[in-house]
């Protein structure tokens, strides 16, 4: 069993390091000199965001883009109250959800398709805010590059708890296996918060055809698709301009629950690649819990539980310093602390998903 685990720990400290090598292969891009031409749909999915939809059009309201370039198109998801839109310096329509599968936000980007007049769409969320160059270093990227889809970057506007860094950490090691997956050529992840492509592109990807009957993944599974049938035209921008920030959530539960909902999509991956990840990183985590408990059983001895945890550690934090340093200014807190919670943590995630339903935005799936 030893050596089984330090076979687990030996392929995992590879594949990170290939992962980190794909990092520096992906280049910064904040060119911002060319004149804005490009047309875009920012397409929002929503229920209940009364409080924050208004924080993220002030966001937009702030964008160094020309007003007569952009619309935002709103598609309310069946909130309790109606969210009133006032007095917006640029275009926004509101519109209803139309369901037809198990998959709210699928759903909605669809159903905002249907209105779409511009080349490229944009997707975020509610609760996020853009960065005021977003649309111009889009622009500038789109104009310099042929390609249809474009995947950037998401992060945290943290406190200090441990909960809130815990997540931030969490995210960082998930953007750096995303922005090292690209680098690699093996790219099969990226978030539907900041996440563009043509209208044309995804009528002709079929849109979510093939996945519609899984709740979330309208980001994932529409870029694993792109990749296999026309990798050449996807691309990801590695940009602080376009970096969208977003809100952690604030109870444990929550947490469990999200990451339970992005865990359960990776069995429905078309990535090999990206399957074969997450067991190796499911695997490597499992082997932290097993040693930890054989050793406070007596059964194996602390130098082994505690070189198993160091060679995870160690190549955990290259990978997550590395990306957090493109991804905030705010320095690394509770590292150790959230890198000994992580393995049970995310072990029992793993496990939930084999059998347990999960909550969003006040549903069960």
């Known amino acids: 069993m030893i050596l089984f685990l330090l076979g687990i720990a030996i392929v995992y400290v590879l594949t990170i390091s290939w992962l980190i090598y794909g990092f520096t292969k992906i280049n910064k891009f904040e060119y911002l000199g060319l004149p804005p031409k490009t047309s875009f749909s920012i397409i929002v999915p929503f229920r209940n965001e009364a409080e924050n939809l208004p924080v993220l059009l002030e966001s937009f309201s702030k964008l160094n883009y020309p007003t007569d370039l952009f619309e935002v198109i709103l598609v309310d998801d069946e909130s309790e109250e109606k969210f009133q839109i006032i007095n917006s310096k640029f275009q ?52 310099l ?29 998930l953007q750096g296996a995303t922005i090292g997956s ?33 709740a979330s993944g309208d980001d994932v599974f529409l870029l694993q698709k792109a990749l296999s049938q026309f990798p050449d035209k996807v691309a990801y921008l590695k940009s602080k301009n376009t970096i969208v920030t ?12 999200q990451r339970v909902r992005w865990a359960s999509k990776t069995t429905s991956y078309q990535s090999i690649f990206g399957k074969r990840l997450g067991l190796l990183v499911f695997m490597m985590n499992f082997g932290w819990v097993y040693c930890f408990v054989l050793t406070f059983l007596g059964m194996l001895p602390y130098f082994f539980v505690g070189l198993y945890f160091l060679i995870k550690f160690g190549i955990d934090t290259v990978l997550i310093q590395q990306t957090n340093k493109f991804l905030t200014k705010h320095k690394i807190r509770y590292l150790l602390l959230s890198s000994l919670w992580y393995p049970f943590f995310s072990t029992a995630v793993v496990l939930y998903c084999l059998f347990g339903k999960y909550e969003w935005k006040g549903r069960r799936f």
Not at 93 to 121: F, G, H, L, Y
Not at 159 to 170: A, C, E, I, V
Not at 246 to 257: C, E, H, I, Q
């Open 92 to 143: 926004v329509t509101s519109i209803n959800n139309i369901r037809v599968s198990n998959s709210p936000k699928k759903d909605a980007i669809t159903t905002a398709m249907q209105i779409v007049k511009t080349d490229w769409v944009i997707t975020t969320d509610a609760d996020c805010v853009v960065h005021k160059n977003w649309l111009l270093a889009l622009d500038n990227f789109i104009q």
């Open 145 to 173: 590059h042929h390609i249809s889809m474009i995947a950037g970057a998401v992060t945290y506007d943290c406190n200090n708890s441990f909960l809130h860094h815990f997540q931030q950490l969490d995210l960082a090691s």
């Open 182 to 214: 690209f680098g690699i050529k093996k790219g099969f992840m990226c978030n539907g918060a900041n996440f563009a492509y043509t209208k044309s592109f995804f009528q002709k990807l079929k849109g979510f055809e093939g996945n519609s009957t899984i």
């Open 246 to 257: 977003t809100k952690p959530v604030n109870d444990w539960k929550s947490l469990f629950y």
